[in-house]
């Protein structure tokens, strides 16, 4: 599957952004879906993932605040993020795998190209 994830920009804190995945290549709603991100001089970091059974899982830093969906139909997963803060500023990573998407990243079969997220203070 090839991923190519769209949205990026500037934003001020306390900001909205929208971040789309396009997946191409295979079944779609086959694939579990993730959201990865790294920042400067950081390791990558897992944010969100959902199931093919749209079951979702997020890192603690942004629960309450960024929401991940799918649209099968449209093979696309979705990251809405909300209440943005300067430390969300990373680059965006989708991910996908027919297996369950670690926190740690390791053994994800599919990544995108990231996509810069900048978050002004």
């Known amino acids: 599957v090839q991923l190519q994830a769209f949205g990026g920009g500037l934003v001020q804190a306390g900001g909205s952004l929208r971040l789309p995945c396009a997946a191409s290549g295979r079944t779609f709603s086959g694939y579990n879906m993730g959201w990865f991100r790294q920042a400067p001089g950081k390791e990558r970091e897992f944010v969100a993932a959902?199931?093919?059974?749209?079951?979702?899982y997020y890192t603690d830093s942004v629960k309450a605040r960024f929401t991940i969906s799918r649209d099968n139909a449209r093979n696309t997963v979705s990251l809405q993020m909300n209440s943005l803060k300067p430390e969300d500023t990373a680059v965006y990573y989708c991910?996908?795998?027919?297996?369950?998407?670690?926190?740690?990243?390791?053994?994800?079969?599919?990544w995108g190209r990231g996509t810069q997220v900048t978050v002004s203070s």
């Open positions: 991910a996908a795998d027919t297996l369950t998407i670690a926190r740690s990243g390791a053994g994800v079969g599919y």
């Open positions: 959902i199931t093919r059974s749209d079951n979702t």
